[in-house]
Every structure is written in C-alpha cells, then in structure tokens.
T-cell receptor, first 113, second 111 residues
C-alpha cells in the first residue's frame, strides 16, 4: 500500500532563515505531487505541483520554491522566510487518471517568528 | 473553471443528531467531487468521492453524499453524530490538474 511521509512535523524558524520541508511517497511510481499551504482561516492553497522529476509548476508567486530530485521525493524550500509563511504545509500525491484522487500527508506545522 | 462553495463555516450538532454539510459546485463539465475530513493538526483524509457511477455515494465512518445535478449540490450527511466526528470537512472538485477546495466547515458535537 501507498504511504506518504512529511518531515519535520513541526518547525519554528526566525524570519529571514532558510527552509526545507521534505515529502516522500512509498508504494507507487511516477506519482503527481503537490504542496499546499493551509493558513489560519484561509482554507487550502495549492502552491506547487509536479508531474515528474524536475517538472515543477507554481500556482502562486511567492518566496517559496519546490524541487523534485527523485521520483517520489518533493521538497519545499525558501531562502529567507517571512512571517506570512507561517502555516500548515501539506504534501499530497495522486496517480494520473480520469478519476484522479489526491491523498495527503500528515503535514508540517511551520511557525515563523 | 470548476469551484465549490461550502455553506456554513461552522456547524454544531448534538451527539446522535443528523449531520448535514452543504456543498454546491460550479463546473462546465461533469464534475468529479470529493469530501475530505481533517482532524486537528493532521492531514486530510478522503471520506468519499463522486465519479458518476452512482448519485448516492457511501464513504467511511458512516458518511454519505448525494449528487444532485439539478441543484448542483453534493451535500454530506451522517444520520447520527458521534463525538469523534468533530473535525473540519472540505468539499473539493477536480479540475484539469488540481483540486479546488471549499473554505471548509468545522463540526462540533455536543454531548
């Protein structure tokens, strides 16, 4: 069966510091991968998605970036964090198809101080 | 573009009472619709999905949803609420490559 991992689970970082969040998927090949952010009272916002290694699409302009160095690894990064980057970051995976369903990881809680 | 609207950001029900969460969709093509549940500080868990096979969809934890094309709705129900149903619920519609989520409905269950 498929499993999705995210780490760290929680992170407290000062403004201006770098960020690296990691997501890995097990039990499937060539998944589509997604990064979402959930800020308080703002629902789920799609940040990036990837359909393959090195293929990243950005949904919103921001100081975050994403990379996919391996088939089942998706990394969210920032060179300098802003206060507004605080939130709950969720990674998700799916397999391409007509009835494509996204499955979510446990999330990373980021607090920027 | 596809979108969903969840009516009511917060619903409070008594234990044992009916849970009804409302979701209306907008789509130019036959939609694929989903309901997810999120417990505090956890990721989203798929409750059920509509894929045009049947208008009444049964999901996990006793939840079900009915697709009504004439009303462009996909409301989620559970006949009898349990304390463990306290969570946030999201309706979503599949677009070309992504899901578009509603703003979410928080359910509290009173003893």
């Amino acid at each position: 069966s498929q499993t999705i991992h995210q780490w760290p689970a929680t992170l407290v970082q000062p403004v201006g510091s770098p960020l690296s969040l990691e997501c890995t998927v097990e039990g499937t090949s060539n998944p589509n991968l997604y990064w979402y952010r959930q800020a308080a009272g703002r629902g789920l916002q799609l940040l990036f998605y990837s359909v393959g290694i090195g293929q990243i699409s950005s949904e919103v302009p921001q100081n975050l970036s994403a990379s996919r160095p391996q088939d089942r690894q998706f990394i969210l990064s920032s060179k300098k964090l802003l206060l507004s980057d605080s939130g709950f970051y969720l990674c998700a995976w799916s397999v391409s198809g007509i009835i494509e369903t996204q499955y979510f990881g446990p999330g990373t809680r980021l607090l920027v101080l | 573009a596809q979108s969903v609207t969840q009516l009511g950001s917060h619903v409070s029900v008594s234990e044992g009472a009916l849970v009804l969460l409302r979701c209306n969709y907008s789509s130019s093509v036959p939609p694929y619709l989903f309901w997810y549940v999120q417990y505090p500080n956890q990721g989203l868990q798929l409750l059920l999905k509509y894929t045009s096979a049947a208008t009444l969809v049964k999901g996990i934890n006793g939840f079900e949803a009915e697709f009504k094309k004439s009303e462009t709705s996909f409301h989620l129900t559970k006949p009898s609420a349990h304390m463990s149903d306290a969570a946030e619920y999201f309706c979503a519609v599949k677009g070309d490559y992504k899901l578009s989520f509603g703003a979410g409905t928080t359910v509290t269950v009173r003893a």
